[in-house]
């Protein structure tokens, strides 16, 4: 179990804010304990919480979402995030995820940090009723960049560029 995961959170909009719609505007997603999630002059700070989503079998879960995205959006997007981690587990968790609303497979977009604190993306997409998915792909990144639970802090970035026909390609540093 994930302890002490501290992360403050400052969404930046790549080109332009006035066209970044609907991602610029976050809410909770679901309901969390008390002083999980803050907001104070535009920076999210996240704190662990107990699950307080409907459905799924999570753990522990503390996040924000934006309005839906519709497939004909085009345009790059990049969410920014200092991250902190103290925690004696080495379990892994998923730092980042875009939903497209369906229940059953893997996200469109899950960024998942391993045991070892290395980066991955997987995605799976579904092709027909329930659980009928095609594979959910991985990619290692090709460094050897890695969040450390000790407490040092990572700048994370995810760049997620829309093609205006439902595709898009991502980026992650940190």
Known sequence: ???NFFAVCAFALFPMIANATPLDQWKISCS??????T???GVYTFKTSTNRCTGGTFNQRAEITSKRVPPSTGGAFLFESNI??????????DIFQIHDGRDGCAPPLKVQVSARGTISLHNGIKVGPG??????IKTEGGNSARILRDGT???LRILIQFNGE??????VWV
């Open 32 to 37: 969390v304990d008390k002083g999980s999630i």
């Open 1 to 3: 179990m994930l302890r």
């Open 153 to 155: 802090e990572h700048n």
């Open 131 to 136: 659980e009928q998915c095609r594979p959910t």
């Open 166 to 171: 439902g595709g898009f390609l991502t980026n």
């Open 84 to 93: 902190t981690m103290q925690s004696a587990s080495s379990e892994k968790f």
């Open 39 to 41: 907001k104070k002059r």
